[in-house]
């Protein structure tokens, strides 16, 4: 495996930064509101603060507003000064197309895209006081150099540059003390996903039970022991795969809300867009492969898909960061994967269908006729291949869900069929993802990446031990 460490210097130096854990070195000059702040903690204050930015019911984001730029920029700050689970709303708005209605999307792209790396800090002396509680050693005890100054911060957590005794450069990212307890008065607020779910056209999908899903996926984000087992899980899934870089966790200086790693370096999402076509093309390839192949043949998916996650290199690797929040997949679910992403290679719809049906548990009626056409929409990457993913294409899954919850809401005998447990995840992976290849913006021949990945992922699980 390709190591995660050391600075990478290519040939196209005009783009090329340092980052680390998906956030960005250099924040943005954002005023009062990168200032260091106590995360809210109280639910209803929390409630309130929302409610002051107009986005208590998701009204700011998806209304017709006379000025657009003023309700994004009060919502970005209200959603920022919050962090957690209000935070990764605000990143959900800034990225994902389809989401915001076209007339006010690049208002709210761009006041929400500061969500993805530079919310409010916390104050030193409180992350030096975790750090040591949460270790039981004193900070120079545990680092030969500590950068006091983060190198950014966002929903969960803020990311520390620091050098350990031996000598290796590492990236220690450090809750914002009071999270937990923001987080779960979050969890007790059905309001946020209900947010959530109306900006991803999913109100009819009964929130309520998807809401539960979510709890348990937001909580295992909160411990760090967690992530660090997923980390290790996909660093040994990809580990014969150069082009993918994923940093070796530093067990001794880690515990439930201190996460250290080699310190890995590359270019962020956004420069990367603007690198020659050849490049992102190679790269989005890469991001096809890891995606799928830990879903197809590994039977696992990493559900934050946010661009802060993503590190590129000018020799065609890309480094993978933020291993919080994994959702596993069913052998039932996986099989049927594999099944329809062979038939799209094979243009056997007879088979496609029969794989969809069985993942979606569909019974007939217009709701089955309405899944599959979104599935086949979901395939046309691999299906018209080579294929360059437009935003316009990521925005239409998007808008053709939203289209299905008023059908189904007119139609009361479309046979509907509850959500499968684990699609809230799948269908957050779907439109994030697409939305990041699409501002990478480069024809991809994604069959023939899959054609390297479907001949394991049809002999059955892979079978794999993290290793630390």
Known sequence: MASACGEVHGTNQAWHSVHHCGLKEAMPDMGDDNKHQKVPRGRLGRLARLARAGARTGVAMLRPEHDATKSAQATAKALGQLRGLATKVGQMASYVDGVIPPEHRQAYEDNMARLQNATPRSAPEEIKALIEQELGKPLDELFADWEEEPLASASIGQVHRATLHDGRRVAVKVQHPGIIEAIEADLKNTTMMDV?????????????????????????????????????????????????????????????????????????????????????????????????????????????????????????????????????????????????????????????????????????????????????????????????????????????????????????????????????????????????????????????????????????????????
């Open 196 to 468: 959530a779910a109306r900006m991803a056209g999913m109100g009819k999908f009964e929130p309520g039970r998807l809401f539960e899903e979510a709890k348990a996926r937001f909580r295992e984000e909160l411990d760090y022991t967690h992530e660090a087992a997923g980390q290790r899980l996909f660093a040994t899934l990809h580990a014969d795969d150069p082009q993918i870089v994923i940093p070796k966790i530093i067990d001794s200086h880690s515990s439930k809300r201190v996460l250290t790693s080699d310190l890995l370096t590359g270019v962020s999402f956004e420069e990367a867009q603007q690198a020659p076509e050849a490049l992102r093309s190679v790269w989005a390839g890469v991001l096809w492969r890891f995606v799928y192949r830990s879903m197809l043949w590994g039977g696992v998916f990493n559900a934050d898909p946010h661009p802060g996650n993503y590190l590129f290199y000018d020799d065609g690797r890309v480094g993978f960061l933020d291993f919080g929040c994994l959702q596993h997949i069913p052998e039932y679910r996986r099989q049927a994967a594999v099944r329809m992403h062979q038939a799209s290679q094979d243009d056997d719809q007879t088979s496609f269908e029969a794989g969809a049906r069985t993942m979606l548990h569909l019974q007939g009626g217009l709701y089955e006729e309405m899944a599959l056409d979104y599935a086949r929409q979901c395939f046309r990457p691999l299906e018209e291949s080579p294929f360059r993913i437009t935003r316009q294409y990521a925005g239409s899954l998007v808008e053709r869900m939203k289209e299905m919850t008023v059908e189904l809401r007119r139609n009361k005998d479309a046979q509907y069929v509850a959500m499968p447990d684990g699609f809230l995840f799948i269908n957050r992976l779907q439109f994030g993802f697409y939305s990041v290849l699409a501002r990478l913006d480069a024809p991809v021949d994604y069959a023939t990446i899959e054609a390297g990945i479907l001949p394991e992922a049809g002999k059955g699980r892979a079978q794999c031990n993290p290793v630390k």
